[in-house]
């Protein structure tokens, strides 16, 4: 069965520097999906970045970027410049391709912005 | 913002009642999930659907059910509420534009059984 795993419960930085969140990940499939969502206090859960398996490039967008590394089951979440409002739950999930489509989430790492 | 919206967003019951939340959507997904979010467990998928009156169960279905009679509205019935049902719960639907595969989530729901 396909498992996700963030080691790390939670994490603080200080504003303005980089954090790298980790996630690591089971699977026999060879074309997937992974996700980094945000959870801000507010509960809302919103989509950060996406990585299909198939691109060895690494997804980016702004401040966040990913390390995706396939042979190692490994995605890793980059966040540089570090702002207040980055302070959230952030979950790394994977969805299989197929019609079923559905998610599995980790259990989530707590990120603390120092100020 | 994939037009998803959920009701209630709060509501406190009593153990032994039914239950029903409702996720609307507006945007004629097809594909629209549930997951409860407790501590310690992240998001787990309760039931999801495929298409009007085609429904799945997920990795923890004991004690729900699910109906889509319509393709924008996806209903989640506790049939006699429990306390370890008391949870947030989210609604979320699968958009397939941009090339790729993408899950959307609503507001969430706030769940208190006494």
């Known amino acids: 069965a396909q498992t996700v795993t963030q080691s790390q419960p939670e994490m603080s930085v200080q504003e303005a520097e980089t954090v790298t969140l980790s996630c690591t990940y089971d699977t026999s499939e060879s074309d997937y999906y992974l996700f980094w969502y945000k959870q801000p206090p507010s509960r809302q859960m919103i989509l950060v970045i996406r990585?299909?398996?198939?691109?060895?490039q690494n997804a980016t967008e702004n401040r966040f970027s990913v390390n995706f590394q396939k042979a190692a089951k490994s995605f890793s979440l980059k966040i540089s410049d570090s702002q207040l409002g980055d302070a959230a739950m952030y979950f790394c999930?994977?969805?299989?391709?197929?019609?079923?489509?559905?998610?599995?989430f980790g259990k989530g790492t707590r990120l603390h912005i120092l100020p | 913002d994939a037009g998803i919206t959920q009701s209630p967003r709060h509501k406190v019951t009593e153990t032994g009642t039914p239950v029903t939340l409702r996720c609307h959507q507006t945007?004629?997904?097809?594909?629209m999930y549930w997951y409860r979010q407790d501590p310690g467990h992240g998001l787990r998928l309760i039931h999801y659907?495929?298409?009007?009156?085609?429904?799945d169960k997920g990795e923890v279905s004991d004690g729900y059910s699910v109906s889509r009679s319509k393709t924008e509205d996806f209903l989640l019935t506790l049939e006699s509420a429990t306390s370890s049902q008391t949870s947030v719960y989210f609604c979320?639907?699968?958009?397939?534009?941009?090339?790729?595969?993408?899950?959307?989530f609503g507001p969430g729901t706030r769940l208190l059984v006494l």
């Open positions: 999930a994977y969805a299989y391709m197929n019609r079923d489509d559905k998610i599995i």
């Open positions: 945007e004629n997904h097809r594909y």
């Open positions: 659907s495929y298409g009007v009156k085609d429904t």
């Open positions: 979320a639907i699968s958009d397939y534009r941009e090339g790729g595969e993408t899950q959307y």
């Open positions: 990585q299909e398996a198939y691109k060895q």
